[in-house]
């Protein structure tokens, strides 16, 4: 069984930065798709970012040019730095483990950019 634990959510004024980190148990780290998703209040969850074990990334047009999305396979550990946050970007956070036979989500982390 793996679990994921995100973890650097807060409150941060708009403009500002987070680093979002999520570490995984287990040895399949490296072979999986590792991403983020968000899911603000009333919103339906929504992809941020993902990361091939390639090392491929994809990311939500909204967050392109101000998110970036980094693995560390020697920690089993993927972040997401968030920069010139802004109020919309506010929701909770998930972390998304990908193999082709099995999907683990973390328990999510908040985010909430003031104005």
């Known amino acids: 069984q793996v679990q994921l634990v995100e973890s650097g959510g807060g409150l941060v004024q708009a403009g500002g930065s987070l680093r979002l980190s999520c570490a995984a148990s287990g040895s399949i780290f490296r072979l999986a798709v590792m991403g983020?998703?968000?899911q603000a209040p009333g919103k339906q969850r929504e992809l941020v970012a993902t990361m091939t074990s390639a090392g491929t990334t994809n990311y939500a047009s909204s967050v392109k040019g101000r998110f970036t999305i980094s693995r560390d396979n020697a920690k089993n550990t993927v972040y997401l730095q968030m920069n010139t946050l802004k109020p919309e970007d506010s929701a909770v956070y998930l972390?998304?483990?990908q193999l082709p036979l099995n999907d683990y989500w973390g328990q999510g982390t908040?985010?909430?950019v003031s104005s």
């Open 36 to 38: 983020w998703y968000r």
């Open 95 to 97: 972390c998304r483990l």
């Open 110 to 112: 908040q985010v909430t």
